[in-house]
């Protein structure tokens, strides 16, 4: 079956921390993976997008990384602020008949 | 927001009423999507859009229609709401398929008393 895993469902840290939020997937054939930030109240927006050739990426404090072969993916923020507080959600698209996979999200508390 | 409006935005109705919920976009996207959101469910499809009058259902389509007869513009219909169907429901566009970039709207949160 294909699914999308994220884990941990929430998390709370004090701004100025790190973090590192998880994404597992069994989706078959893979064609790539994106993360999306959804503020409260807000549609999601996406942060960045990996490809089966891709390890790493960076988007200023956000760094994703991909390993195609464990089909695991992470969400790397540094030197947390107020702002990041979100949900943050992996979403897998699957390169055939145009289907994406969505995770459930992990809800990320910043506290001052 | 991309060049997405959603309306209404918020909306209250009764059970075993029609609703009716809009999507406009400025972007001239090629396709559109409406999704629910859930607590822990996260979002699902409900339909999409490839094109005017192109549309298919996703995984969660029953008890709901669409229409798109405009480029701009991709309606979702609930013939005779239920409860079940209170939600946030947002719709999003893309320039190609689903596994390119979608821009979503702000939302459109449905209670069915």
């Known amino acids: 079956k294909n699914q999308v895993e994220q884990s941990p469902q929430s998390l709370i840290i004090l701004e100025g921390k790190n973090c590192t939020l998880q994404?597992?997937?069994?989706?078959?054939?893979?064609?790539?993976l994106r993360w999306y930030k959804q503020d409260t109240g807000r549609g999601p927006v996406s942060l960045t997008i990996m490809t089966f050739s891709e390890n790493t990426k960076s988007n200023g404090r956000y760094t994703a990384t991909l390993d195609a072969d464990t089909k695991q993916s992470s969400l790397h923020i540094t030197a947390s602020q107020l702002s990041d507080s979100a949900s943050y959600i992996c979403?897998?698209?699957?390169?055939?008949?145009?289907?994406?996979?969505f995770g459930k999200g992990t809800r990320l508390h910043i506290l001052p | 927001d991309a060049g997405i409006t959603q309306s209404p935005r918020h909306k209250v109705t009764e059970t075993g009423t029609p609703v009716t919920l809009r999507c406009h976009q400025t972007?001239?996207?090629?396709?559109m999507y409406w999704y629910r959101q859930d607590p822990g469910h996260g979002l699902r499809l409900i339909h999409y859009s490839y094109g005017v009058k192109d549309t298919d259902k996703g995984e969660v389509s029953d008890g709901y229609s669409v229409s798109r007869s405009k480029t701009e513009d991709f309606l979702l219909t609930l013939e005779s709401a239920t409860s079940s169907q209170t939600s946030v429901y947002f719709c999003a566009i893309s320039p190609a398929g689903a596994g390119n970039e979608q821009f979503f709207g702000p939302g459109t949160r449905l209670t069915v008393l």
């Open positions: 979403v897998v698209n699957m390169n055939r008949d145009d289907k994406i996979i």
């Open positions: 994404c597992n997937y069994t989706v078959s054939p893979f064609s790539n």
């Open positions: 972007e001239n996207h090629r396709y």
